[in-house]
T-cell receptor
Framework: GENVEQHPSTLSVQEGDSAVIKCTYSDSASNYFPWYKQELGKRPQLIID?????GEKKDQRIAVTLNKTAKHFSLHITETQPEDSAVYFCAASTTGNQFYFGTGTSLTVIP | GAVVSQHPSWVICKSGTSVKIECRSL??????MFWYRQFPKQSLMLMATSNEGSKATYEQGVEKDKFLINHASLTLSTLTVTSAHPEDSSFYIC?????????????FGPGTRLTVT
């Protein structure tokens, strides 16, 4: 089955700096890669996703890049704010099948 | 995004009793729902895939007789933890696959915190 690895497990950045979280996957058939943000005690919220036919997608301060050849994708958050502090999960899946989640990255934005 | 509700949000029960958790998709019909378990500071662990009108598919190591799943309609799936024990205490989260947009996006319920005493 699919194996998704996520790094780093913890990340601290100064407010206004950028944060980058990286994930790798093993199954070349995976074609959908969402990113979720989870605040303590709350549900994971979909923040951005990308399909395998696209190399990059941006939504305001958040962007995701995908390298299909290398089987890795990354989340980029620019101009970080304290409210960006949360745990971020990446996932990979093939259409119609289950999501395989990374182990999560705890992001802390220091004011 | 699509809305998924879950009820109850928290429950405390005694050892040996059963607890039912409901998951509803409020603004779309979900042929597939998922049940996850999450321990503190850990990732989501898929327990089972719930398909409307058919038996759930359980992940390896998940006891199907202990965690009963029923997907009675296109908007409702239930998870019943039978004969609960303290080790079943956890955060249980459901999700539903939105069939729109090629059925790729998955939205999570708010979770249910189960404490078994």
């Amino acid at each position: 089955g699919e194996n998704v690895e996520q790094h780093p497990s913890t990340l601290s950045v100064q407010e206004g700096d950028s944060a980058v979280i990286k994930c790798t996957y093993s199954d070349s058939a995976s074609n959908y890669f969402p990113w979720y943000k989870q605040e303590l005690g709350k549900r994971p919220q979909l923040i951005i996703d990308i399909r395998s036919n696209v190399g990059e997608k941006k939504d305001q301060r958040i962007a995701v890049t995908l390298n299909k050849t290398a089987k890795h994708f990354s989340l980029h958050i620019t101009e970080t704010q304290p409210e960006d502090s949360a745990v971020y999960f990446c996932a990979a899946s093939t259409t119609g099948n289950q999501f395989y989640f990374g182990t999560g990255t705890s992001l802390t934005v220091i004011p | 995004g699509a809305v998924v509700s879950q009820h109850p949000s928290w429950v405390i029960c005694k050892s040996g009793t059963s607890v039912k958790i409901e998951c509803r998709s409020l603004d779309f019909q979900a042929t597939t729902m998922f049940w996850y378990r999450q321990f503190p500071k850990q990732s989501l662990m898929l327990m089972a895939t719930s398909n409307e009108g058919s038996k759930a598919t359980y992940e390896q190591g998940v006891e199907k007789d202990k965690f009963l799943i029923n997907h009675a309609s296109l908007t409702l799936s239930t998870l019943t933890v039978t004969s609960a024990h303290p080790e079943d205490s956890s955060f249980y989260i459901c999700s539903a696959r939105d069939p729109g947009g090629e059925g790729l996006r998955e939205y999570f319920g708010p979770g249910t915190r189960l404490t078994v005493t």
